[in-house]
């Protein structure tokens, strides 16, 4: 007999010290106790423009019995954010490449943007990352959403809800033909800029996430799934089957 279905946190947008925007307190062992802290089961770990963090988080979280889902938050050309998952290390690095070849290298102004740092489980700085992560890729998001599609991964237009760098602020609309597997709604924030008004009647599965860039805001807004197990897997299953139970700001 199968395992009946539970319910499993997610908290699916979570940025590194690897990110510009990301906090240098966000490395693995600190992510991941957070995520511990506040009573995850699954995080997607989505730097911008860039998976190279994921591997030393992953090793982390397999032994603190967090599933770590690992991709990157990709800026298409026309400057929307999308998250981006994949099964397998072999799709993950197929993926980077994709990301390398499309990414203008533009210096990266530490000054003015901040550190892109690459760290090890043990917080030792791996790499410096020359080029601005969260530049816009040379490909549209048709193009990108392909590209995951073809490697079996998740395509998650980001925050659809912001007003600067999502699906209905570039657009105005959910494209009907778009490979999506859900939707990703902003987190509650004081002082952020007016959302842009969700269509009346959203197509898709809708999902809530932190946008964590320091630790504190990890798990802030997270979303309940219906699963067997934390596994890609099953998420992929939960998303495209509504298996979903909303929650925003649920922190202990």
Same mark, same amino acid.
């Given at each position: 007999?199968?395992?009946?279905?539970?319910?499993?946190?997610?908290?699916?947008?979570?940025?590194?010290?690897?990110?510009?925007?990301?906090?240098?307190?966000?490395?693995?062992?600190?992510?991941?106790?957070?995520?511990?802290? @506040?009573? %995850? +089961?699954?995080?997607?770990?989505?730097?911008? *423009?860039?998976?190279? =963090? #994921?591997?030393?988080?992953?090793? &982390?979280?397999?032994?603190?019995?967090?599933?770590?889902?690992?991709?990157?938050?990709?800026?298409?050309?026309?400057?929307?954010?999308?998250?981006?998952?994949?099964?397998?290390?072999?799709?993950?690095?197929?993926?980077? @490449?994709? %990301? +390398?070849?499309?990414?203008?290298?533009?210096? *990266?102004?530490?000054? =003015? #943007?901040?550190?892109?740092?690459? &760290?090890?489980?043990?917080?030792?700085?791996?790499?410096?990352?020359?080029?601005?992560?969260?530049?816009?890729?040379?490909?549209?998001?048709?193009?990108?959403?392909?590209?995951?599609?073809?490697?079996?991964?998740?395509?998650?237009?980001?925050?659809?809800?912001?007003?600067?760098?999502?699906?209905?602020?570039?657009?105005?609309?959910?494209?009907?033909?778009?490979?999506?597997?859900?939707?990703?709604?902003?987190?509650?924030?004081?002082?952020?800029?007016?959302?842009?008004?969700?269509?009346?009647?959203?197509?898709?599965?809708?999902?809530?996430?932190?946008?964590?860039?320091?630790?504190?805001?990890?798990?802030?807004?997270?979303?309940?799934?219906?699963?067997?197990?934390?596994?890609?897997?099953?998420?992929?299953?939960?998303?495209?089957?509504?298996?979903?139970?909303?929650?925003?700001?649920?922190?202990?």
């Amino acid at each position: 007999m199968p395992p009946p279905l539970a319910l499993f946190r997610a908290d699916l947008h979570i940025h590194t010290t690897l990110s510009p925007c990301g906090d240098l307190e966000m490395t693995p062992r600190t992510i991941i106790a957070k995520a511990k802290e @506040r009573q %995850l +089961d699954l995080i997607g770990v989505c730097d911008h *423009n860039t998976t190279r =963090q #994921c591997a030393e988080i992953q090793k &982390v979280g397999r032994r603190e019995n967090i599933f770590v889902l690992c991709g990157a938050e990709v800026t298409t050309r026309e400057e929307i954010h999308c998250l981006a998952f994949f099964e397998t290390p072999e799709t993950l690095a197929d993926f980077q @490449r994709f %990301l +390398d070849d499309n990414l203008p290298p533009v210096p *990266n102004n530490v000054e =003015q #943007c901040g550190h892109q740092l690459l &760290v090890d489980e043990d917080e030792r700085i791996l790499h410096a990352f020359p080029y601005w992560l969260p530049n816009a890729l040379t490909k549209t998001i048709d193009e990108v959403a392909a590209k995951v599609r073809r490697l079996n991964g998740l395509f998650i237009p980001a925050h659809i809800d912001k007003a600067r760098n999502s699906l209905l602020s570039q657009l105005g609309f959910v494209p009907p033909d778009l490979p999506f597997d859900a939707l990703e709604l902003a987190p509650p924030a004081p002082g952020r800029p007016p959302q842009t008004p969700l269509p009346a009647q959203p197509p898709g599965a809708l999902i809530w996430s932190s946008d964590a860039h320091c630790p504190d805001e990890i798990g802030r807004a997270s979303t309940e799934l219906r699963m067997k197990e934390p596994s890609f897997k099953e998420l992929k299953y939960a998303l495209q089957h509504g298996h979903i139970t909303k929650s925003i700001d649920r922190r202990p």
